[in-house]
C-alpha cells in the first residue's frame, strides 16, 4: 500500500495540482504575483497531506474523539484559507474586466481548497482502512507461524527428551533432563534451572559455561541473567518473554534482541 500512496502523491503534485491551479485565474495571475501563487499552491500541498496524512485517517477511526479533532483541524484549515483569501491581489486587466477581482480571487481559493479535500481526505480514508486490514491479516499470520513454530519446538523437545546435562550441585552431579528445564537464571557466580516437578537446581556455574553445556540451538540468553529454551515461548514483546508452564515473564535485555531475533 505503501507504494501506492507514493505514486498518488506523485500524480497529485505532477498533475491534479497544476492542472487546478491554471483551471482557475491563478494560472493567469502567476506572472503578476508569482510569490503570492507560489505561497497558496505551497497551502495547497499542505491541504493535501492534511487531508491524506490526518484528516482522512481520523474519520477511517472508529472512535469519536477522533471525528470530533477531524472536524477542528478542517475548520481551522477553513480559517487560514479565509485568512489568505483577505491578501490584497492585483489583477490583469482581462481579468478584472470581467467580474470583480476580490470575488474572483475569493471563488477560486475556496474552490481550489475544497476540490484538493475532496481528493485527498477519501484517498486518506481509504489508505487507512487498508493498511488497517493490512495489520490484522499481518497479525494473524504472524500468530498463526509462531504457533506453527511453537509446535515444531514442542516436537523437537519431545525428540530431545532423552537428553540430559550433567550439573554439579550440593557435592554430586545432577543428570537435568533438557526438555525439563524451564529457564535458567544467573544469579551472581551461580545458576539456578528452574525445573519442571522438581525443585530448582542451583550451580555454581556462570551462564556463558551453561550455554556451551546445551544443546545447539535449542537455547537462547535473552538477557544478562536468563536463558531460555526456545520450544517453551509463547508469546514473546519488545521487552519480555512468556514462557509454557511459567507465570513469571522474563525480561529481554537490550543487548540480547539479536539472539532472539536470530534464533
Known amino acids: 500500500m505503501h507504494r501506492t500512496e507514493i505514486i498518488l502523491d506523485i500524480i497529485f503534485c505532477a498533475i491534479v495540482l497544476p492542472g487546478m491551479m491554471f483551471l482557475f485565474p491563478t494560472g493567469e495571475w502567476a506572472s503578476w504575483q508569482p510569490d503570492y501563487v507560489l505561497l497558496y499552491t505551497l497551502w495547497l500541498l499542505g491541504v493535501w497531506i492534511m ?21 477542528g483541524v478542517f475548520f481551522l484549515m477553513m480559517v487560514v484559507t479565509f485568512l489568505m483569501t483577505l491578501t490584497p491581489v492585483s489583477f490583469p486587466g482581462n481579468i478584472s474586466g470581467r467580474m470583480g477581482g476580490m470575488q474572483l480571487h475569493v471563488r477560486a481559493m475556496w474552490i481550489l481548497f475544497l476540490a484538493v479535500n475532496a481528493y485527498a ?36 523437545a519431545v525428540e530431545a527428551g532423552g537428553e540430559d546435562i550433567q550439573v554439579k550441585s550440593d557435592y554430586r552431579v545432577n543428570h537435568l533432563p533438557v526438555s525439563a528445564i524451564q529457564y535458567i537464571e544467573g544469579r551472581n557466580n551461580y545458576a539456578c534451572f528452574h525445573m519442571d516437578h522438581r525443585e530448582d537446581v542451583v550451580s555454581q556455574i556462570a551462564l556463558k559455561s551453561v550455554m556451551d553445556m ?43 534482541k539479536e539472539n532472539l531475533k536470530n534464533a
Open 51 to 71: 487531508g491524506r496524512k490526518v484528516l482522512g485517517p481520523m474519520l477511517a477511526d472508529p472512535g469519536r474523539g477522533s471525528k470530533i479533532t477531524a472536524a
Open 121 to 156: 481526505v477519501p484517498v486518506g480514508f481509504l489508505s487507512a482502512r487498508v493498511n488497517a486490514l493490512t495489520a490484522v491479516k499481518e497479525a494473524e499470520e504472524a500468530e498463526e507461524n509462531a504457533a506453527m513454530a511453537l509446535e515444531k519446538r514442542c516436537q523437537e
Open 214 to 256: 546445551l544443546p545447539q540451538g535449542k537455547f537462547v540468553r535473552v538477557h544478562r541473567s536468563y536463558i531460555v529454551p526456545l520450544w517453551r515461548i509463547e508469546h514473546r514483546s519488545g521487552t519480555e518473554v512468556q514462557l509454557m508452564g511459567v507465570k513469571e515473564k522474563i525480561p529481554i535485555g537490550r543487548a540480547y
